[in-house]
């Protein structure tokens, strides 16, 4: 079990500019959930895979942001015309799904300032 | 609307007492709950869970108690040490999971030695 891996750690971007970011999910896990936690806040949904497939949408999920899972593996999820409004940690999880992997396993996050 | 509150941003507990960390939903559809700790720059780490057809899970130095009716789960730290020092964060799922987990927005526990 090598844990849910997150690439950057830290991203920092100027206003108006692109950025991804990349999860690896434990490796047997079928659910792949991106969360966002701003300072003093809870984490809070964004969306969520089963497999490949995209399966629920917070409306957190402006048009800006999107995510993808190509074949089921690893999960990108990109924002668009970063707004300092998108300051966040970004936080992947992973779990097994069904009734015995309710619980999500989390990454370190990557941390993301846009000024 | 905030579904999973934790109304004690911080809690100050001195090493080898109990640590009671407590948590309100109002979401009826939740009928699984955990909690998880957090340091700082880390993901959160589970912590224990508990499902809504039970009252008490326990796991070491660990319990949570679920009280349906009042809407209400508490977490026991006993004895308290300092590694348990961190972010404390109450969390519920519905039937399906669809929607992941909605967490509270945490209580920072402090143990003093």
């Known amino acids: 079990d090598t844990g849910v891996s997150q690439d950057p750690r830290h991203k920092i971007t100027k206003r108006g500019q692109n950025v991804t970011f990349r999860c690896d999910p434990i490796?047997?896990?079928?659910?792949l959930y991106w969360y966002r936690q701003t300072l003093g806040q809870g984490p809070e949904f964004l969306t969520y895979?089963?497999?490949?497939?995209?399966?629920?949408k917070s409306r957190l999920l402006s048009d800006r942001f999107s995510a993808e899972r190509p074949k089921g593996s690893f999960s990108t999820l990109e924002i668009q015309r970063t707004e300092q409004g998108d300051s966040a940690m970004y936080l992947c999880?992973?779990?097994?799904?069904?009734?015995?992997?309710?619980?999500?396993?989390f990454g370190s996050g990557t941390q993301l300032s846009v000024l | 609307d905030q579904q999973v509150k934790q109304n004690s941003p911080s809690l100050s507990v001195q090493e080898g007492r109990i640590s009671i960390l407590n948590c309100d939903y109002t979401n009826s559809m939740f009928d699984y709950f955990l909690w998880y700790k957090k340091y700082p720059a880390e993901g959160p780490t589970f912590l224990i869970s508990i499902s809504s057809i039970k009252d008490k899970n326990e796991d070491g130095r660990f319990t949570v108690f679920l009280n349906k009716s009042a809407k209400h789960l508490s977490l026991h730290i006993v004895p308290s040490q300092p590694g348990d020092s961190a972010v404390y964060f109450c969390?519920?799922?519905?039937?399906?999971?669809?929607?992941?987990?909605?967490f509270g927005k945490g209580t920072h526990l402090i143990i003093q030695p």
């Open positions: 490796s047997e896990h079928n659910r």
């Open positions: 999880a992973s779990s097994q799904g069904g009734a015995i992997g309710r619980k999500l396993f």
């Open positions: 969390a519920g799922e519905s039937r399906g999971g669809a929607d992941g987990l909605t």
């Open positions: 895979f089963q497999n490949e497939a995209q399966l629920e």
